[in-house]
């Protein structure tokens, strides 16, 4: 019986690859409802359902929450060009820091949501959201009603692929055609969600399916080129969509890129650009990484669409620095697969310098097809009206103060400024406190008098008595979260606090300095040391700990046990206070393992030659990299002489 199943498993399987991956149908739906329902009956007998059985793919009950999944590989986003100037500027910087010319390739950049699906031992195990790129979100039920993946490949290592989910534009039309009082407005929102639905059987019912693109992780190593791993892909029965080129120079490259503009209008699939990455994984590795991005890809991006519409009010909003930032309401204008009513603009001297007023018409643009802007005045009337640049704080009424181009709020306890604060405090890439948005922050705000990040850590279930929509399972969920968060590496703790010109790779380099305290104790000269500290951030870093309410709020948070911590690294070892690059090919390892090697024993590894640079290690073919380091007169090493020091 168990090798019948395994039989037909093989067979529908094969029928269903063939149906919704090749889109080459070989059997009569007949057919296959037949075997399926053999199956179906051979399961129910022996109570057995094989791992990769597609009776697996039904959509179950429905889930209570998403639980957070940890990536093995960071999953990073890309660095983007809407201009030729900034696609060149990349060819130019990759070209410059590679010790080989690279090829490249390039495919379409879909519009919808992440994913990343896990396989052990050949068979598909989770499937999660890109979430933060570090964590996602596990949807592996909801995944499971695709039929864009196989449950089993022949790999038998452990794998991680990449894709994004995606709803196709007929699709979208077929299901909004028969639900008219639930019509979805474009297909990215759709596709999102649909994976994240809490009932599969909704994910099922709007038909979304995931186009494969990368392999994230392989416990046997990357493939060598992203030509290798799209092949890699399709061989083991994932979804890729057809176009994929590869190119050796930048005019082939534009071209390919001008094929997918033209093309882009007439494809099934929403799509705002193309992708372009370097196709040796040996390249790539030599590039790494900033703090956002992979320094080997790019995402060009088109040209947003663009409509005309009215003005018919202007509103200020606050933000956690206290400027004030002007927001149009506007005539509701499709744009993007979007219904937009109000779009924004940089501050007031953006607003004068576009000519911008009340009752005017306006040209307005999603950029990079997510943020409405407004590109600038088309025509006045007789009723056109200036926007009046406001004295004061439109919600707490202090004086505001003009600080070049922009407006601020003087008031530091201005409440849309304080909201702010809270929210950036809370978010994922500060605190990471989860549930605790900007609307539950602003109800905190003027129900519970909540005003310092200290105040969250004083919050108790009997805080949120009484407030509407806060159950006993969800008041658990948000005290946990912010208990969770007293335990915190400290460079996020810093960039959370929120220090004017501190964002996460300023705050990571701040974080090398070991504690609060320490930081606190730094001058402004000790302070530009620092590789991404200019002279304003260093002011407000120094101001920032000068502050007494500072100072008395950081007592609070540490008397509440909010106790960052520092992620050390090895300082003992063969590369100890070593600032190590690495150069053309290694025979005896890939640059990964040599990399964890030298980090494992006290180095840091960079990737490309500086005045820091301490040592290089260079293998065969060592080109431009090991040229800079002699000019620089520093240590050059041997693949030889680097296994001798690894002992």
Same mark, same amino acid.
């Given at each position: 019986?168990?090798?019948?199943?395994?039989?037909?498993?093989?067979?529908?399987?094969?029928?269903?690859?063939?149906?919704?991956?090749?889109?080459?149908?070989?059997?009569?739906?007949?057919?296959?409802?037949?075997?399926?329902?053999?199956?179906?009956?051979?399961?129910?007998?022996?109570?057995?359902?094989?791992?990769?059985?597609?009776?697996?793919?039904?959509?179950?009950?429905?889930?209570?929450?998403?639980?957070?999944?940890?990536?093995?590989?960071?999953?990073?986003?890309?660095?983007?060009?809407?201009?030729?100037?900034?696609?060149?500027?990349?060819?130019? %910087?990759?070209?410059?820091?590679?010790?080989?010319?690279?090829? #490249?390739?390039?495919?379409?950049?879909?519009?919808?949501?992440?994913?990343?699906?896990?396989?052990?031992?050949?068979?598909?195990?989770?499937?999660?959201?890109?979430?933060?790129?570090?964590?996602?979100?596990?949807?592996?039920?909801?995944?499971?009603?695709?039929?864009?993946?196989?449950?089993?490949?022949?790999?038998?290592?452990?794998?991680?692929?990449?894709?994004?989910?995606?709803?196709?534009?007929?699709?979208?039309?077929?299901?909004?055609?028969?639900?008219?009082?639930?019509?979805?407005?474009?297909? %990215?929102?759709?596709?999102?969600?649909?994976?994240?639905?809490?009932?599969?059987?909704?994910?099922?019912?709007?038909?979304?399916?995931?186009?494969?693109?990368?392999?994230?992780?392989?416990?046997?190593?990357?493939?060598?080129?992203?030509?290798?791993?799209?092949?890699?892909?399709?061989?083991?029965?994932?979804?890729?969509?057809?176009?994929? @080129?590869?190119?050796?120079?930048?005019?082939?490259?534009?071209?390919?890129?001008?094929?997918?503009?033209?093309?882009?209008?007439?494809?099934?699939?929403?799509?705002?650009?193309?992708?372009?990455?370097?196709?040796?994984?040996?390249? %790539?590795?030599?590039?790494?990484?900033?703090?956002?991005?992979?320094?080997?890809?790019?995402? #060009?991006?088109?040209?947003?669409?663009?409509?005309?519409?009215?003005?018919?009010?202007?509103?200020?909003?606050?933000?956690?620095?206290?400027?004030?930032?002007?927001?149009?309401?506007?005539?509701?204008?499709?744009?993007?697969?979007?219904?937009?009513?109000?779009?924004?603009?940089?501050?007031?001297?953006?607003?004068?310098?576009?000519?911008?007023?009340?009752?005017?018409?306006?040209?307005?643009?999603?950029?990079?097809?997510?943020?409405?802007?407004?590109?600038?005045?088309?025509?006045?009337?007789?009723?056109?009206?200036?926007?009046?640049?406001?004295?004061?704080?439109?919600?707490?009424?202090?004086?505001?103060?003009?600080?070049?181009?922009?407006?601020?709020?003087?008031?530091?306890?201005?409440?849309?400024?304080?909201?702010?604060?809270?929210?950036?405090?809370?978010?994922?890439?500060?605190?990471?406190?989860?549930?605790?948005?900007?609307?539950?922050?602003?109800?905190?705000?003027?129900?519970?008098?909540?005003?310092?990040?200290?105040?969250?850590?004083?919050?108790?279930?009997?805080?949120?008595?009484?407030?509407?929509?806060?159950?006993?399972?969800?008041?658990?969920?948000?005290?946990?979260?912010?208990?969770?968060?007293?335990?915190?590496?400290?460079?996020?703790?810093?960039?959370?606090?929120?220090?004017?010109?501190?964002?996460?790779?300023?705050? %990571?380099?701040?974080?090398?300095?070991?504690?609060?305290?320490?930081?606190?104790?730094?001058? @402004?000269?000790?302070?530009?040391?620092?590789?991404?500290?200019?002279?304003?951030?260093?002011?407000?870093?120094?101001?920032?700990?000068?502050?007494?309410?500072?100072?008395?709020?950081?007592?609070?948070?540490?008397?509440?046990?909010?106790?960052?911590?520092?992620?050390?690294?090895?300082?003992?070892?063969?590369?100890?206070?070593?600032?190590?690059?690495?150069?053309?090919?290694?025979?005896?390892?890939?640059?990964?393992?040599?990399?964890?090697?030298?980090?494992?024993?006290?180095?840091?590894?960079?990737?490309?030659?500086?005045?820091?640079?301490?040592?290089?290690?260079?293998?065969?073919?060592?080109?431009?990299?090991?040229?800079?380091?002699?000019?620089?007169?520093?240590?050059?090493?041997?693949?030889?002489?680097?296994?001798?020091?690894?002992?």
């Amino acid at each position: 019986m168990n090798e019948r199943m395994k039989e037909l498993v093989g067979i529908l399987n094969r029928w269903a690859y063939e149906y919704y991956v090749l889109d080459a149908p070989t059997v009569s739906d007949r057919e296959y409802d037949k075997l399926y329902d053999e199956l179906r009956e051979l399961e129910r007998e022996t109570g057995v359902v094989l791992p990769d059985s597609p009776t697996r793919r039904v959509g179950g009950e429905p889930v209570k929450g998403f639980e957070r999944h940890k990536h093995i590989a960071r999953l990073y986003s890309l660095d983007k060009a809407v201009t030729e100037d900034e696609l060149a500027a990349f060819f130019t %910087r990759v070209e410059k820091a590679a010790d080989i010319k690279p090829t #490249y390739t390039v495919e379409y950049k879909f519009d919808g949501l992440t994913m990343c699906l896990t396989y052990e031992n050949g068979v598909f195990v989770r499937a999660a959201t890109r979430g933060n790129g570090v964590e996602g979100e596990d949807v592996t039920a909801q995944a499971l009603t695709l039929h864009s993946f196989p449950l089993r490949i022949s790999y038998e290592g452990t794998l991680e692929v990449r894709g994004e989910a995606i709803i196709r534009l007929s699709v979208l039309e077929k299901y909004n055609r028969e639900h008219p009082d639930a019509e979805l407005k474009n297909a %990215r929102n759709a596709a999102a969600g649909a994976i994240r639905n809490l009932d599969p059987k909704q994910t099922a019912l709007r038909h979304p399916e995931i186009v494969f693109y990368d392999v994230n992780y392989r416990s046997d190593g990357m493939p060598a080129s992203q030509e290798e791993a799209v092949a890699f892909l399709k061989r083991e029965g994932f979804l890729t969509y057809p176009f994929f @080129k590869v190119c050796k120079s930048y005019d082939e490259v534009q071209a390919a890129i001008d094929e997918i503009e033209v093309e882009r209008k007439r494809i099934d699939v929403l799509t705002d650009g193309a992708v372009v990455k370097v196709n040796e994984q040996r390249v %790539r590795d030599e590039l790494g990484y900033t703090d956002k991005f992979p320094r080997w890809a790019i995402a #060009y991006k088109f040209e947003a669409e663009e409509a005309e519409t009215t003005v018919l009010n202007v509103l200020w909003q606050v933000g956690r620095t206290g400027k004030l930032t002007p927001l149009a309401e506007v005539e509701p204008v499709d744009l993007a697969g979007a219904t937009v009513r109000r779009a924004t603009l940089n501050n007031y001297g953006d607003l004068m310098r576009k000519d911008v007023k009340v009752h005017s018409r306006v040209l307005i643009r999603r950029s990079n097809e997510v943020i409405p802007e407004i590109l600038g005045a088309v025509s006045h009337t007789e009723g056109s009206v200036p926007v009046e640049k406001p004295a004061v704080c439109p919600y707490c009424g202090s004086p505001v103060r003009e600080v070049g181009a922009n407006l601020f709020c003087s008031n530091e306890s201005c409440p849309p400024r304080v909201v702010q604060k809270l929210s950036h405090f809370c978010s994922k890439n500060a605190m990471d406190v989860e549930g605790l948005s900007e609307q539950t922050l602003q109800l905190l705000f003027e129900k519970r008098n909540v005003r310092n990040f200290s105040d969250l850590y004083a919050l108790t279930k009997e805080s949120f008595e009484g407030l509407e929509g806060f159950r006993e399972k969800k008041i658990g969920n948000l005290l946990s979260a912010i208990e969770k968060s007293k335990h915190i590496p400290l460079d996020r703790f810093l960039y959370a606090l929120g220090i004017d010109g501190i964002g996460r790779v300023a705050a %990571r380099d701040l974080a090398a300095y070991g504690s609060v305290e320490e930081v606190a104790a730094r001058t @402004k000269e000790e302070l530009l040391q620092l590789e991404n500290v200019g002279e304003v951030t260093a002011n407000a870093i120094v101001s920032y700990f000068q502050n007494e309410e500072n100072r008395a709020e950081l007592a609070r948070l540490k008397a509440a046990g909010v106790t960052p911590y520092v992620e050390r690294r090895v300082t003992e070892g063969a590369f100890a206070g070593e600032s190590v690059v690495l150069t053309g090919t290694l025979s005896s390892m890939g640059r990964s393992e040599a990399q964890k090697r030298i980090e494992a024993l006290g180095g840091t590894c960079q990737s490309s030659v500086t005045s820091k640079t301490t040592l290089v290690i260079a293998g065969e073919k060592a080109g431009s990299k090991l040229d800079k380091a002699k000019k620089l007169n520093i240590p050059v090493i041997s693949e030889e002489e680097f296994l001798k020091r690894l002992g």
